[in-house]
């Protein structure tokens, strides 16, 4: 806003060396010297601290801060720590633009804004706390660079300076030579974080990628999958949530990467999120990520699942065994799409999709109290059930003649073939853990095997389950049993590492021992 000289008063003691004292020649070495200083910083941290240096050799305040605004939220955030008078209530936090007064009104004018009183303003509560803190005058600066408002410079004094028009003019000239090495440093930094973003995907993808997910891997032909699969086309390009249900084995994270490779979020990143080993104390730092120091042990500031996959897809695997007191957590980010790293206030805003699945009944849940019906609700725009193997037969054959090709071509092995008598064997069997299971002795038998795979060969290892299975039919939970002491007889209790049951089954060893545990069995019985 303008300033007249009725608007100002004097102070008995000068505060600023006036500009008229600096001849032109002057200020351009001002400028000069302020741009030598700060050309080669290369933190917000010591780029402010040099700026503020170099200004003070030629103006005296009390405090000077600089502020980023964020369109898109609306918000101000510190570029550093002000220099100067500290305010606690206000420093170090980012704030609404509503609650930042003066820089709103630099930002909505793009001019500067001179408070050569603020008690005129007090009932202003930033400016109520700044008077508070003993300062008496404010002057405030946009910066701009190439028509881009990028946030404010802000001068504070705790006595209003003398020959205030001529202090604003000086400001305004080093406001412009401050913008551009704010703008450097801002986009230097968008780059650094660009890389870290890029170097993190390429690290995960390089540890999570598995060629067995590939589309073109996903091999089926029943009438019922296929008709599951034509209305997984449908939906695929759409941002909806995607519940799929189905029992263990029966190739639901195959669908939910097959939805993530047809939808517009294919070039971002597939997170998979492994719900029964999130555990209570490592959930938020796990999902959200944390800051440097945020706690014993945090050395480097980590990136959390759902910030990894902004842009692209979580996966919730296995939701339904996500303990009760983390539902309400997640629930929260789901319908936010926005939430803080441990140890940081600042909102992060994500943009992904999420696809659930579950082999458990979340209705049932629901009942029973162990599922939020309202997250159910919200990952169940659309849902997709997998039939298990045993209710599509007919796949059976196709399904082995497919996966012994490329499990012997994945381990440089010639392809068995399977006698009729070995083939009636499978189809006979009730497949308690389905493609995965049918895919596990498909393995077994290309390593033990020659050329032909015997009725002999597959009946030991379809007894224990076939036997378990008949004890009760109904049960999937005694399926799922057998499954897990047949693994475990086939890896002699060897849970984890590259040659144990978690390995093989394709599922972390937390999650392995977490189902060990459920159904009372002990690895070391197996041992022998």
Same mark, same amino acid.
């Given at each position: 806003?303008?300033?007249?000289?009725?608007?100002?008063?004097?102070?008995?003691?000068?505060?600023?060396?006036?500009?008229?004292?600096?001849?032109?020649?002057?200020?351009?070495?001002?400028?000069?010297?302020?741009?030598?200083?700060?050309?080669?910083?290369?933190?917000?941290?010591?780029?402010?601290?040099?700026?503020?240096?170099?200004?003070?050799?030629?103006?005296?305040?009390?405090?000077?801060?600089?502020?980023?605004?964020?369109?898109?939220?609306?918000?101000?955030?510190?570029?550093?720590?002000?220099?100067?008078?500290?305010?606690?209530?206000?420093?170090?936090?980012?704030?609404?633009?509503?609650?930042?007064?003066?820089?709103?009104?630099?930002?909505?004018?793009?001019?500067?804004?001179?408070?050569?009183?603020?008690?005129?303003?007090?009932?202003?509560?930033?400016?109520?706390?700044?008077?508070?803190?003993?300062?008496?005058?404010?002057?405030?600066?946009?910066?701009?660079?190439?028509?881009?408002?990028?946030?404010?410079?802000?001068?504070?004094?705790?006595?209003?300076?003398?020959?205030?028009?001529?202090?604003?003019?000086?400001?305004?000239?080093?406001?412009?030579?401050?913008?551009?090495?704010?703008?450097?440093?801002?986009?230097?930094?968008?780059?650094?974080?660009?890389?870290?973003?890029?170097?993190?995907?390429?690290?995960?993808?390089?540890?999570?990628?598995?060629?067995?997910?590939?589309?073109?891997?996903?091999?089926?032909?029943?009438?019922?999958?296929?008709?599951?699969?034509?209305?997984?086309?449908?939906?695929?390009?759409?941002?909806?949530?995607?519940?799929?249900?189905?029992?263990?084995?029966?190739?639901?994270?195959?669908?939910?990467?097959?939805?993530?490779?047809?939808?517009? +979020?294919?070039? !971002?990143?597939?997170?998979?999120?492994?719900?029964? #080993?999130?555990? /209570?104390?490592? @959930?938020?730092?796990? =999902? %959200?990520?944390?800051?440097?120091?945020?706690?014993?042990?945090?050395?480097?500031?980590?990136?959390?699942?759902?910030?990894?996959?902004?842009?692209?897809?979580?996966?919730?695997?296995?939701?339904?065994?996500?303990?009760?007191?983390?539902?309400?957590?997640?629930?929260?980010?789901?319908?936010?799409?926005?939430?803080?790293?441990?140890?940081?206030?600042?909102?992060?805003?994500?943009?992904? +999709?999420?696809? !659930?699945?579950?082999?458990?009944?979340?209705?049932? #849940?629901?009942? /029973?109290?162990? @599922?939020?019906?309202? =997250? %159910?609700?919200?990952?169940?725009?659309?849902?997709?059930?997998?039939?298990?193997?045993?209710?599509?037969?007919?796949?059976?054959?196709?399904?082995?003649?497919?996966?012994?090709?490329?499990?012997?071509?994945?381990?440089?092995?010639?392809?068995?073939?399977?006698?009729?008598?070995?083939?009636?064997?499978?189809?006979?069997?009730?497949?308690?853990?389905?493609?995965?299971?049918?895919?596990?002795?498909?393995?077994?038998?290309?390593?033990?095997?020659?050329?032909?795979?015997?009725?002999?060969?597959?009946?030991?290892?379809?007894?224990?389950?076939?036997?378990?299975?008949?004890?009760?039919?109904?049960?999937?939970?005694?399926?799922?049993?057998?499954?897990?002491?047949?693994?475990?007889?086939?890896?002699?209790?060897?849970?984890?590492?590259?040659?144990?049951?978690?390995?093989?089954?394709?599922?972390?060893?937390?999650?392995?021992?977490?189902?060990?545990?459920?159904?009372?069995?002990?690895?070391?019985?197996?041992?022998?």
């Amino acid at each position: 806003m303008a300033v007249s000289d009725s608007d100002t008063t004097l102070c008995s003691n000068p505060v600023y060396r006036s500009s008229r004292s600096l001849d032109l020649g002057t200020r351009y070495k001002l400028l000069l010297d302020l741009n030598n200083a700060i050309v080669s910083q290369t933190t917000p941290a010591k780029l402010f601290q040099c700026l503020t240096k170099e200004i003070r050799k030629n103006l005296f305040y009390d405090r000077c801060s600089i502020h980023i605004y964020d369109a898109s939220s609306n918000t101000l955030n510190w570029f550093a720590a002000a220099d100067g008078v500290t305010i606690k209530s206000i420093d170090d936090c980012s704030r609404c633009l509503d609650e930042a007064p003066v820089a709103r009104e630099v930002i909505a004018s793009r001019k500067p804004f001179i408070m050569p009183n603020m008690s005129e303003y007090a009932h202003w509560k930033t400016i109520k706390l700044m008077r508070d803190a003993g300062l008496f005058s404010t002057l405030a600066f946009p910066l701009i660079v190439r028509n881009d408002l990028l946030g404010s410079l802000h001068f504070s004094f705790q006595e209003m300076p003398r020959d205030i028009d001529d202090l604003v003019g000086f400001l305004a000239e080093i406001s412009g030579q401050v913008a551009v090495a704010v703008d450097n440093m801002v986009t230097h930094n968008k780059l650094v974080g660009l890389n870290s973003s890029l170097l993190r995907q390429k690290d995960y993808l390089l540890r999570h990628t598995d060629p067995q997910y590939h589309p073109e891997n996903f091999y089926y032909s029943s009438p019922v999958m296929r008709k599951v699969m034509r209305e997984v086309e449908v939906v695929a390009n759409s941002d909806a949530s995607v519940l799929i249900t189905g029992e263990t084995g029966t190739g639901k994270d195959h669908i939910a990467r097959y939805i993530h490779h047809l939808s517009a +979020r294919r070039n !971002a990143l597939f997170v998979k999120v492994n719900c029964p #080993a999130l555990v /209570e104390s490592l @959930f938020e730092t796990e =999902l %959200f990520g944390h800051t440097k120091g945020a706690f014993t042990g945090a050395e480097a500031k980590r990136i959390g699942r759902f910030e990894m996959a902004d842009g692209g897809t979580v996966f919730l695997d296995e939701i339904g065994e996500l303990p009760p007191q983390l539902q309400a957590k997640l629930l929260h980010v789901l319908q936010d799409r926005r939430f803080e790293r441990v140890g940081d206030s600042r909102p992060i805003e994500i943009n992904f +999709r999420v696809i !659930a699945a579950t082999n458990t009944d979340l209705k049932k #849940a629901i009942n /029973e109290k162990s @599922f939020r019906a309202d =997250l %159910f609700y919200r990952l169940n725009t659309v849902s997709f059930h997998v039939p298990p193997l045993r209710e599509r037969p007919e796949e059976i054959e196709p399904l082995v003649h497919h996966l012994t090709q490329t499990q012997a071509h994945a381990m440089n092995r010639v392809p068995p073939v399977f006698s009729v008598g070995a083939m009636d064997a499978l189809k006979q069997h009730t497949w308690p853990g389905n493609i995965r299971e049918l895919k596990n002795i498909i393995d077994r038998m290309i390593i033990t095997s020659s050329t032909t795979v015997n009725q002999s060969d597959i009946e030991p290892v379809l007894d224990a389950g076939r036997m378990e299975v008949n004890i009760n039919p109904m049960s999937w939970d005694a399926m799922e049993r057998a499954h897990l002491i047949n693994v475990m007889e086939m890896k002699k209790g060897v849970v984890g590492g590259k040659n144990g049951a978690a390995a093989l089954l394709e599922i972390p060893k937390s999650t392995l021992q977490h189902r060990l545990s459920k159904h009372d069995l002990t690895p070391r019985d197996y041992k022998n």
